[in-house]
């Protein structure tokens, strides 16, 4: 027994503000009451859907799963205890049901319906994300209709951050009635189901099993982000084991245990799909290639030549000689071969930290160069045009870092996607070349920065792009920031991202979560709340409020996220305000 | 001739870089000979009557050299040193044993009994080359329990064996400052006790001696004492976030049997809003609006100290924690205190103006009672900067000072001819750089911003301003872990490796064992520092513990490809 005696009665000097309802991302519209609402504990899910695929069944199953151990009490001061008043009284009704339906012409289509991983992976601009959710106070059953399965996936996302858990183990609102109509925002306004909402993870720099990385697609769609963009190679190993092309991963992955094999991708790709996730990969060319050279040196110029800083943003250097038609045939053939392991419309090929020098002390890239009578630009326009062709032969749509729009004369095809990560500035310079956008600004989503330097021998060096990025700051993020009304349009959403230079599966959950969720919320949301009003970061009405109860929920399953604040003020919304 | 000169050169030669040991020992000579621990490997003890958390040390030593698979971090890894490990002469046994004539006593009682200026951490290591017998000496359980964890923290696994590649080795080691400490904040977000021992256990392998535990804060109360137990019960976080007083004496006892001291710092006057929740009669400003103007950080709320009663109950307090401790080390906090609080509170004032005293004196008033407590308990007390400093109050000669807001603070502390212990936010805090945690305040960044890196922590100089007069007063160190944005989600994420930064700083001191200065050029060289620690991240690892990395493990494999100039 540790409580022995209670002497005093406490009253209460903090005023405890108003229910928050717990939502990441916040839904477009939303209608609670304040009716109290329990779960039934014979709750069950119907699919109202002929022929429904076998993965909305498995989301079914998981949402069930889910409401049983969540076990969250809500981020009150007493944790809920207060609440159990309310729902134990006789009057308070029981929900026993929810039904899923596909709305529209669906309810009556005889044809198969399209499974979630199917929908995830149909090109942006033609996903069906939205949803309504209903959960009347009477007890009577709850509804979810949606266009598509994958919107129904989203609903029962949203569902399931609904619901508190008392310490008896009753699981209930506080708010019903509820009714939400939800959908993905889109910065110009128009274009339905476009926004990219992603996380970016580089398995390069350090590996990340893929258990590790299923847990994150599970996080991820607990915010409703649905992009994993792999940046699954580069300089320092080459973990991805492509058929055709498997001595690179047997000779350049740090292990026999780290490397991705095709069934792991398959696994992957699927997991994510499952979860309304596309799985874009990166091969990063034809920088960031170092590693290439265990099996193929004969493709790689300036191998690990020094200073490193005279040819790499990073050591080791080394990039692919563009310039070598062996070596664009080689790097053509070998991203083929990778976008068949990967069921996304994108593929990225990068192209970031481009190094010339490396090509000027290169003998090999000089001789093809001075062979063929063309500059190093026009080598790297073909090198580009050679791997991008075959993409595309493939049906894929290629994806690039900034610098091949901003700093080299590339020819790119008009439906390229562009990442803007140098700056966020840079983003309107990309938009006037007319390519559609990902925000993915290192002054604003970078996860790893603010970490210090991870080069040796510079004893006071600080990560080069201080300071740490707050989820604050990237909460603030405007995507049309200094772009036209006319190119709005452009802008697909944004990302997210860990470089994993000082990251491995030790620090993979604390350092992504809860951060990461801002740009969800930035993206699906969009600039305003519900009530109509802009979105705000703090206040008991704010945002930390909600996106506490996300960390405390990806607690409660096992993602490893950080506290953003002393439990006192997570349970106490807005008493920590500076202005408090 | 010429064999003699080649074999000096090889003993006398600076530390290889794969030689991984951290804190790098004091004296060191080291072979290139490649031995490995026989199949039968046992270690023996000298002595009779071996105390058991001895025996029991030696016991997780021999589990470790069965479940570490940490291999050298070398491209190739293990199988690079295949050929050399399987023509290696194999060691099959390590004797301990103690200089003559000394008092043979448990670990945890030369810990805990013993002051930590008086304390004997020596040791001296030797494995040969060619012979088959390691020896460990020491002039205290204590040393020896030192020597284990070089010898625990050393070996290189593969394909089944444990080996070194620099016999033969003789270490002759003892720590240049006697504290060398952890800072631990379990109040604004609390810790399983579970966490608390991993820790203490990852301390113990860098020769960690000290965990300073800030048990309690304005957010949350989790220290259960039996005088008044309503403490914990209203003002922890939940009743399952509770410290009981056999949590307490449990980790006590883990950190003794490890060679850890836990001195317990109850923060006081001010920190202390949480004991408002059973006593609000005590506490001024409770939870006062708007805290910025009363507090440093939300909520708001000291102890009345101008009030017997509240001075009696603090008294009390510390008297119910201190039957709870081992150890002779025990902290009453004393920073930031806020003025306006006790300016604006009536009863305060009342008992002010009713004892005729000015908030100064009965400060000064209040810290002389609870040190007093600690001092009749036999406790040196220690105490934060900013009460000698800034408040002037009187303190005990023996009282240790933890100078924490800038290391220049040192200086003053030492003019003031007191011990003290360097806790700088500037160079030790672990996390800084995260953020403003506070809401509202859209574009902040941490008060002490920018993170503190460990090659920042690594050039910590403890001597730093003082004259060679003044030296004699640095007791040590610690790297502070303030816990507003941090729990058993990140716990050993942000604490590790980093922490192992300030064991070295304070075991190994200003010099190097080969007698060049730790502090050399290129001292964070992928080469140097840089490539041990990368080998204490992945020790930890592989034991558990979420360490993070410091590089790219393509770095990690090629010592010095990374540096900056390379």
């Not at chain 1, 619901?163 to 708010?175: D, I, P």
């Not at chain 2, 308990?377 to 800038?406: A, Y």
Request: glycine fraction near 6%.
């Amino acid at each position: 027994m540790r409580l022995v005696t209670l002497p005093v009665v406490f009253t209460a000097l903090l005023a405890t503000p108003t229910t928050v309802l717990a939502l990441w991302p916040i839904p477009k519209t939303l209608q609670t009451g304040s009716t109290p609402l329990k779960l039934s504990s014979n709750f069950k899910i119907n699919i109202n859907i002929p022929h429904a695929p076998s993965d909305l069944h498995a989301a079914v199953q998981r949402t069930i799963t889910h409401l049983k151990t969540d076990n969250l009490q809500r981020l009150v001061k007493d944790r809920g205890a207060a609440d159990l008043k309310a729902i134990h009284q006789h009057t308070t009704h029981t929900l026993s049901s929810l039904t899923l339906s596909l709305s529209g012409s669906h309810t009556s289509a005889a044809a198969a319906v399209t499974s979630i991983a199917e929908e995830a992976v149909k090109p942006i601009g033609t996903r069906s994300e939205g949803y309504t959710v209903h959960v009347p106070a009477d007890g009577s059953p709850a509804t979810i209709t949606a266009n598509s399965t994958l919107g129904l996936f989203r609903g029962l996302t949203t569902f399931e951050q609904l619901w508190y858990t008392s310490a008896g183990g009753q699981v209930y609102t506080l708010e019903s009635p509820v009714e939400i109509t939800d959908f993905p925002s889109v910065p110009d306004g128009v274009d339905l189901g476009k926004p990219y909402r992603g996380l970016m993870l580089d398995t390069s720099r350090n590996f990340f099993p893929v258990k590790d990385i299923k847990r994150t697609l599970d996080a991820m769609s607990m915010a409703k982000i649905n992009t994993l963009h792999w940046h699954a190679t580069d300089s320092q190993s080459f973990p991805l084991q492509i058929p055709g092309f498997t001595e690179i991963s047997a000779m350049g992955a740090y292990g026999p245990d780290m490397v991705f094999t095709p069934s792991d991708i398959k696994d992957i790709v699927s997991y994510a799909g499952e979860r309304g996730i596309d799985v874009v990969v990166e091969i990063d060319t034809p920088g960031h290639t170092a590693i290439i050279s265990e099996s193929h040196p004969e493709h790689i110029a300036c191998l690990q030549a020094v200073p490193w800083s005279d040819f790499a943003n990073e050591p080791p250097a080394g990039q692919l000689r563009l310039a070598s038609p062996a070596t664009a045939n080689f790097t053509a053939d070998l991203l083929s071969a990778a976008a068949k392991l990967f069921a996304s419309s994108l593929f990225s090929t990068g192209g970031d930290e481009l190094n010339s020098n490396c090509y000027v002390h290169d003998a090999e890239t000089q001789k093809m160069l001075n062979a063929t009578g063309r500059t190093l630009e026009q080598a790297l326009d073909a090198f580009t045009q050679t791997t991008h062709g075959a993409l595309r032969k493939l049906g894929k749509t290629p994806v690039v870092w900034e610098e091949m729009v901003l700093d080299h004369n590339v020819t790119l095809s008009n439906d390229t996607v562009v990442m803007v990560w140098i700056s966020s500035m840079n983003a309107a310079a990309v938009a006037k070349k007319n390519f559609r956008i990902v925000h993915a600004p290192s002054d604003f989503f970078y996860l790893d920065c603010g970490a210090g330097e991870w080069i040796g021998a510079d004893p006071t060096g600080n990560s080069w792009c201080d300071p740490f990025k707050t989820w604050q700051k990237s909460y603030t993020f405007d995507p049309l920031a200094n772009i036209s009304a006319a190119n709005a349009h452009l802008v697909l959403g944004g990302e997210q991202l860990l470089w994993a230079e000082q990251s491995s599966p030790a620090n993979l959950d604390s350092i992504v979560w809860p951060r990461a969720a801002s740009s969800a919320e930035v993206f699906w949301t969009g600039a305003t709340l519900p009530d109509g009003s802009p979105r705000a970061i703090n206040g008991a009405a704010g945002a930390l409020p909600r996106l506490h109860d996300l960390r405390y929920r990806m607690v409660q399953r096992g993602i490893n996220a950080i506290p953003l604040q002393p439990h006192w003020c997570a349970v106490r919304p807005g008493v920590c305000d500076l202005t408090a | 001739m010429v064999i003699v000169v080649f074999l000096c050169l090889l003993i006398l030669a600076p530390f290889p870089s794969s030689l991984g040991l951290w804190p790098i020992p004091r004296g060191l000579s080291a072979g290139t000979a490649t031995v490995k621990l026989s199949s039968s490997f046992d270690i023996h003890v000298a002595f009779n009557n071996v105390p058991a958390d001895l025996d029991d040390a030696i016991h997780r030593i021999k589990t470790h050299l069965k479940t570490d698979t940490f291999e050298r971090l070398v491209v190739g890894r293990g199988s690079a040193d295949a050929n050399s490990v399987h023509r290696a002469f194999s060691i099959k046994d390590l004797t301990l044993s103690l200089t003559q004539n000394v008092t043979i006593r448990p670990v945890a009682v030369e810990v805990n009994t013993v002051g930590i200026e008086d304390r004997d951490e020596s040791y001296i290591l030797t494995i040969p080359a060619k012979g088959t017998q390691a020896t460990l000496v020491a002039n205290s359980t204590l040393g020896l329990f030192r020597g284990l964890s070089t010898f625990d923290f050393m070996w290189y696994h593969f394909d089944g064996e444990k080996y070194i590649l620099n016999a033969p080795l003789r270490i002759t080691d003892s720590p240049a400052f006697p504290y060398r400490g952890f800072s631990f904040d379990t109040s604004r977000n609390f810790y399983p006790v579970s966490d608390i021992k991993r820790t203490l256990d990852a301390m113990s392998w860098v020769k960690l001696n000290v965990l300073y535990w800030h048990i309690a804060d304005s957010q949350a109360f989790p220290l259960q004492v039996a005088a008044f137990p309503e403490l914990a019960a209203r003002g922890a976080y939940s009743q399952e976030e509770i410290y009981t007083e056999s949590d307490i004496k449990s980790v006590v006892k883990y950190a003794n049997e490890r060679g850890i001291d836990v001195v317990m710092e109850l923060d006081t006057p001010g920190h202390t809003t949480a004991i408002g929740m059973a006593h609000p009669e005590h506490i001024a400003c409770f939870a006062k609006s708007p805290w910025t103007k009363y507090a440093n950080e939300p909520p708001a709320g000291q102890l009345r100290i101008a009030s017997a009663d509240t001075v009696n109950f603090a008294k009390k307090l510390f008297q119910s924690a201190i039957d709870l401790l081992d150890g002779t080390m025990m902290s009453s906090g004393g920073d930031e205190v806020n003025l306006p609080c006790w300016n604006e509170d009536e009863d305060t004032l009342a008992a002010l103006e009713q004892n005729n005293q000015t908030i100064a004196q009965a400060l000064d008033q209040f810290v002389q009672e609870v040190q007093g407590v600690m001092n009749a308990n036999g406790k040196m007390p220690f105490i934060k900067s900013d009460m000698v400093l800034e408040h002037n109050v009187t303190v005990l000669n023996n009282t240790g000072v933890v100078v924490w807001k800038s290391s220049l603070d040192a200086v003053s502390v030492a003019q003031r001819g007191l011990r003290f212990i360097h806790q700088p936010s500037n160079y030790f805090y672990l996390d800084c750089g995260a953020g403003d945690w506070v809401g509202n305040n859209v574009l902040g960044n941490s008060w002490c911003d920018p993170f503190k890196t460990w090659q920042r922590a690594y050039s910590f100089d403890p001597y730093a301003n003082l004259t060679t007069d003044q030296q004699h007063l640095v007791l040590g160190g610690q790297m502070p872990i303030w816990s507003e944005q941090s729990s058993s989600e990140n716990l050993d994420q942000i604490v590790w490796p980093r922490l192992a930064a300030g064991a070295e700083v304070f075991w190994t001191g200003a010099t190097l064992p080969d007698g060049n200065p730790r502090l050399g050029v290129n001292a964070t060289s992928g080469v140097n520092a840089f490539a041990r620690l990368n080998e204490v991240r992945y020790r930890l690892v592989d034991r558990g513990v979420k360490a993070i990395a410091l590089q790219p493990k393509w770095c990690a494999l090629r010592p010095g490809l990374c540096d900056v100039d390379s």
